[in-house]
């Protein structure tokens, strides 16, 4: 089967391409800006998220950019791995319980690095082989901020009870268990308390 040119993701701001087994993430023009608004938009996000990704790339696993020199476009070398957003409810409740623990671990590390990945989802990370790797840093930001990570945090919760909801509250617990590693945990987890109350507040 011939991989060489493919779309395999289409959002609002990117297309993301397989091309000869590298990744290319194309940041999509807006014909409603300005020509030279637009074109300083994408170059400050596509340079944010590289810069991110080089950051993140040294502490955890997530693809590690290549130089381009267009302005709008990034290149990563493809991780033929399962996203866990469609695998990982057919694993074992041990194995899932085990990878929940080892996301944790990762996003304390990322935290440390006060790297906020800003779309904590579970279609961000693929498994390959044991392997978690987190991909799409194109929310994420730096922030020293404790709530920050506990919105991190926060997402990533939400995520597990749409996607997940079968064990959402075990594999949370398992999340919470591995972020435990991360020296300033108890501080971003009592904030998650706060964060989720506002959030039940917002929906009623």
């Not at 990117?14 to 030279?36: H, M, Q, T, V």
């Not at 990570?149 to 597990?160: C, N, R, S, T």
Request: charged share 35%.
């Amino acid at each position: 089967m011939d991989m060489s040119d493919k779309v395999i993701a289409q959002g609002a701001e990117a297309i993301i391409r397989l091309e000869n087994n590298f990744i290319i993430k194309d940041r999509i023009l807006k014909s409603y800006r300005l020509k030279e608004l637009d074109e300083k938009i994408r170059k400050h996000r596509t340079k944010s998220e590289k810069k991110l990704l080089e950051k993140a790339c040294k502490i955890i696993n997530a693809p590690n950019p290549f130089p381009l020199e267009e302005f709008d476009k990034i290149k990563m070398p493809f991780i033929n791995g399962k996203k866990l957003s469609e695998n990982l409810n057919s694993f074992s409740l041990e194995k899932q319980k085990n990878i929940c623990k080892k996301i944790g671990e990762e996003i304390g590390k990322l935290h440390n690095a006060d790297i906020i990945h800003g779309d904590l989802t579970t279609s961000n990370m693929i498994l390959d082989e044991n392997k978690i790797f987190f991909i799409d840093f194109g929310l994420g930001f730096i922030s020293p901020r404790v709530e920050d990570k506990a919105v991190d945090l926060h997402l990533l919760k939400q995520a597990l009870e749409a996607k997940h909801f079968q064990n959402w509250e075990v594999l949370f617990n398992e999340i919470k268990k591995g972020y435990e590693s991360y020296k300033e945990s108890k501080k971003v987890l009592e904030r998650l308390k706060v964060v989720e109350k506002r959030g039940r507040y917002k929906g009623e």
